[in-house]
């Protein structure tokens, strides 16, 4: 398994429910232990973590991770919509397109915003096009 030079570490509030989430997102399970995973979606990487002192530098108070979304990049949007659909989690930002300047191009990309049980805020994207 090749790891990313970047991964982020999630402490959560209630691990089972987080991972219960991600999984029904659509994220493997690469590995576990007891109270920790180590989940991948595409090539993107994260880790989760029942909340504990080891890493506390101040209070968890929800939402987590204020000031910060994670962006994924997937192949197909409408299937990560479906599942979050057949769920019933709440999408905090509808699926829209939104033009980035790259250089001297232009992407466009289809993108939604969710949150997870502890508020973290996971911003799901697929490039459709890129105008030069």
Do not use: H
């Not at 930002?93 to 805020?121: C, H, R, T, W």
């Amino acid at each position: 398994m090749k790891f990313n030079k970047l991964i982020p570490e999630l402490s959560v509030s209630d691990f089972e429910k987080s991972l219960t989430f991600y999984k029904a997102l659509g994220f493997n399970l690469d590995y576990s232990r007891k109270d920790f995973a180590f989940l991948s979606l595409e090539g993107s990487q994260l880790m989760i973590q029942q909340a504990n002192d080891t890493w506390k530098t101040a209070e968890l108070i929800r939402p987590y991770g204020r000031g910060i979304n994670f962006q994924i990049e997937v192949k197909d949007i409408n299937s990560i919509l479906g599942k979050i659909k057949l769920a019933n989690y709440k999408i905090k930002f509808p699926l829209k397109e939104n033009k980035y300047a790259v250089k001297k191009n232009v992407v466009i990309q289809k993108e939604f915003l969710i949150e997870d049980p502890d508020g973290y805020l996971l911003r799901f994207c697929q490039e459709i096009k890129e105008e030069k």
